[in-house]
């Protein structure tokens, strides 16, 4: 069973890279990319999982997600 976490998940279309981006603003450089917005998401959510265990594997803290946050 692989843990839930809450933290927001901003999904985006990038021209750029011609690919959906989901960001996660409350973990430095945590993103990922899909072909579409569900690839985008769940791709992210593989990045989390791997950003949690690899700051724990390094000692440093991780974040408690805060929920919304009010960037705009």
Do not use: H
Request: with cysteine; hydrophobic share 45%.
């Amino acid at each position: 069973m692989k843990p839930e976490y809450r933290y927001e998940v901003i999904i985006y279309w990038s021209d750029e890279d011609n690919a959906f981006l989901a960001e996660v603003p409350e973990l430095a450089g945590c993103m990922a990319d899909g072909a579409t917005y569900a690839e985008a998401l769940e791709n992210v959510e593989q990045v989390v999982r791997e950003w949690i265990l690899t700051a724990e594997d390094l000692g440093r803290p991780v974040p408690s997600p805060k929920g919304r946050l009010l960037f705009a």
